[in-house]
């Protein structure tokens, strides 16, 4: 879809509105429909769908700063104190760290109380964030998602039949590539456009760069989108050179965000400061969609919380598989966090299905942990 057509669709003018257009619960189905697909379900343990690769899961506390004004003091931000949390950080869609892709942290607090969104887990604990290394998200709504996966869906396909099935992983990715490219990026431009500067460079390493949610949440009766920034204080960052991993495969470039992030934690505490940004326009700042940035000169960010990060040996084979089993989810949540928009609406069924499936085929529990699975299995 290009972009004179999206714009014909009336801009919901209610400062936090939904609005749900009449084909999304269709195009949603095609997404499930080719994320089921694209599972690769030969490996063992089957990974995530996407950010299947991860560079860690490392454990943190997550500290609610003190006197935030009274509007914002909501769901998990409504008093000072500190949540346990697990962090994982991952490459979006690479295998290889040392290529260009995006990045994703994902947070989840343990020990919140209150009734949670999804049905089956009402009872659960647990409240995530799930943030990406660019402001904004690719695709603006469910039905241009539904579009783009069936054309990645394709490419695939075509990517893994006759000469290409037994060609080296990197002709693999050049084919499907092309494919995609000839069937789909060539004549949807805007999405070209926004597709391209997703696929970051990797960072140095994933402590050093800010996360956003790129779409909208409930902050109680305010819209809000998250964002992650690293501090720069010089307690939490002294100026010393992380040490060479002692782990042959750390020191493969395929491994190079994992390694960076096992060198720094096991020479200090890192920390980053979490923001919401307010929506203060339903037009200039739309929840239905996550491609257009939210100017912080309009409104902006308000710190929130900091999350300290501290310094671990983590990357063991026993947190690895205790990390491959976990799910984290923006569906993971209290109804103060609720999350908006046609992207995150998808994301519901998406992300439940997906996660429980792969937990199927890896004979690991579906359910979320809680503060008791944190100090039994992850600490011990
Ligand atoms: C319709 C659009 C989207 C689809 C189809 C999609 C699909 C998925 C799937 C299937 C997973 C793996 C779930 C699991 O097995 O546990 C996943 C994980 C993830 N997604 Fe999305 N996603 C979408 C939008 C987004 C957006 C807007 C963001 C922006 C923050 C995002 C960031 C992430 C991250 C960081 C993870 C990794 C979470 C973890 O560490 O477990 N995704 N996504």
């Known amino acids: 879809m290009n972009r004179s057509a999206m714009s014909v669709r009336a801009a919901p003018l209610v400062l936090g509105e939904e609005a749900i257009p009449e084909?999304?619960?269709?195009?949603?189905?095609?997404?499930?429909?080719?994320?089921?697909?694209?599972?690769?379900?030969?490996?063992?343990?089957?990974?995530?769908?996407?950010?299947?690769?991860?560079?860690?899961?490392?454990?943190?506390?997550?500290?609610?700063?003190?006197?935030?004004?009274?509007?914002?003091?909501?769901?998990?931000?409504?008093?000072?104190?500190?949540?346990?949390?697990?962090?994982?950080?991952?490459?979006?869609?690479?295998?290889?760290?040392?290529?260009?892709?995006?990045?994703?942290?994902?947070?989840?607090?343990?020990?919140?109380?209150?009734?949670?969104?999804?049905?089956?887990?009402?009872?659960?604990?647990?409240?995530?964030?799930?943030?990406?290394?660019?402001?904004?998200?690719?695709?603006?709504?469910?039905?241009?998602?539904?579009?783009?996966?069936?054309?990645?869906?394709?490419?695939?396909?075509?990517?893994?039949?006759?000469?290409?099935?037994?060609?080296?992983?990197?002709?693999?990715?050049?084919?499907?590539?092309?494919?995609?490219?000839?069937?789909?990026?060539?004549?949807?431009?805007?999405?070209?456009?926004?597709?391209?500067?997703?696929?970051?460079?990797?960072?140095?390493?994933?402590?050093?760069?800010?996360y956003w949610s790129t779409t909208p949440y409930r902050l109680g009766s305010h819209a809000v989108r998250w964002s992650v920034r690293p501090r720069r204080d010089a307690a939490l960052l002294p100026d010393q050179a992380p040490p060479a991993p002692a782990d042959p495969a750390l020191r493969e470039p395929g491994n190079r965000l994992r390694a960076a992030l096992v060198a720094q934690l096991s020479g200090r505490d890192v920390a980053f400061d979490f923001f919401a940004q307010r929506q203060t326009d339903p037009v200039a700042m739309p929840i239905e969609d996550p491609t257009v940035a939210w100017s912080e000169e309009r409104s902006p960010s308000v710190m929130l919380a900091t999350l300290h990060i501290p310094r671990q040996a983590f990357d063991t084979p026993r947190r690895r598989a205790l990390g491959e089993a976990l799910s984290f989810s923006p569906w993971h949540a209290i109804a103060e966090h609720r999350p908006l928009g046609g992207i995150n609406r998808a994301r519901r069924r998406i992300y439940t299905e997906l996660a429980s499936r792969r937990r199927e085929l890896n004979q690991t529990a579906n359910v979320e942990p809680d503060e008791g699975w944190l100090t039994r299995e992850w600490d011990s």
């Not at 950010?51 to 943190?60: C, D, Y």
């Not at 000072?80 to 290889?96: E, H, I, K, M």
């Not at 469910?142 to 992983?169: D, I, K, M, T």
């Not at 000839?182 to 140095?204: G, I, M, T």
Request: with cysteine; hydrophobic share 40%; glycine share 8%.
């Open 23 to 210: 084909e999304e619960a269709s195009a949603i189905a095609q997404i499930v429909a080719v994320v089921h697909d694209l599972l690769d379900t030969s490996a063992r343990p089957v990974p995530r769908q996407e950010h299947g690769k991860g560079h860690g899961v490392v454990r943190a506390e997550f500290r609610v700063a003190a006197g935030l004004p009274e509007a914002l003091r909501q769901g998990v931000f409504r008093e000072p104190r500190s949540y346990q949390a697990l962090v994982r950080f991952s490459n979006g869609g690479q295998r290889d760290e040392s290529a260009r892709d995006a990045h994703g942290m994902a947070i989840k607090l343990f020990g919140v109380t209150g009734p949670k969104l999804l049905e089956e887990e009402r009872e659960a604990s647990t409240q995530d964030f799930v943030l990406l290394d660019h402001p904004v998200f690719f695709m603006r709504d469910a039905a241009c998602y539904a579009q783009f996966s069936r054309a990645l869906g394709a490419a695939s396909a075509w990517s893994r039949l006759g000469w290409r099935a037994s060609a080296p992983v990197k002709l693999q990715k050049l084919a499907l590539f092309g494919h995609l490219y000839w069937n789909y990026l060539r004549s949807h431009p805007e999405e070209r456009k926004l597709l391209l500067p997703v696929r970051k460079a990797p960072p140095p390493s994933g402590l050093d760069i800010p």
